[in-house]
């Protein structure tokens, strides 16, 4: 469940590692066996942790990608449904979000070969950053 903006930022165990447009962010702290744990924040967004920075910046870029969507509702195996909307470079960059799901796993379960897995993901970043510097541009800090 996602806490309140007070809550997030006093909390002196955290810092932002990443800031974005629209109140986004990437949060580390460090977690029960002390291994770094990084969480992505957004508006109306559940809190979702990860165990690489990698990761929730690649979570951020989907996010960006497809407009923003919610993760509830979708259970654990579940694709939230502007995902797939997004199209197949959408849906291999949200895999690579997923626990357990590498690139290999994303090009056979999309039937391409890696590189175009990764092309893939690639674009989508780009699209992301593409986003994120118009929505500067127009003062949506």
């Not at 770094?36 to 929730?56: G, I, K, M, N, S």
């Not at 870029?61 to 502007?82: I, L, Q, S």
């Not at 796993?105 to 039937?111: E, K, P, Q, T």
């Amino acid at each position: 469940m996602s806490r309140s903006d007070a809550a997030r930022a006093t909390d002196p165990e955290e810092t932002t590692v990443e800031s974005y447009v629209l109140n986004v962010r990437i949060v580390e702290r460090a977690g029960p066996d002390d291994e770094q744990r990084y969480r992505f924040e957004a508006p109306a967004h559940v809190d979702v942790q990860f165990d690489d920075l990698e990761t929730a910046r690649l979570y951020a870029d989907v996010f960006f990608d497809v407009n923003g969507f919610r993760e509830e509702g979708t259970g654990e195996h579940g694709v939230p449904p502007a995902i797939f909307q997004g199209g197949k470079d959408t849906l291999a960059a949200y895999l690579l979000t997923r626990p357990g799901i590498d690139v290999n796993w994303v090009a056979s379960f999309l039937g391409v070969d890696r590189a175009k897995a990764e092309r893939y993901v690639s674009w989508v970043g780009e699209r992301a950053e593409t986003i994120r510097e118009r929505a500067r541009e127009r003062g949506m800090e």
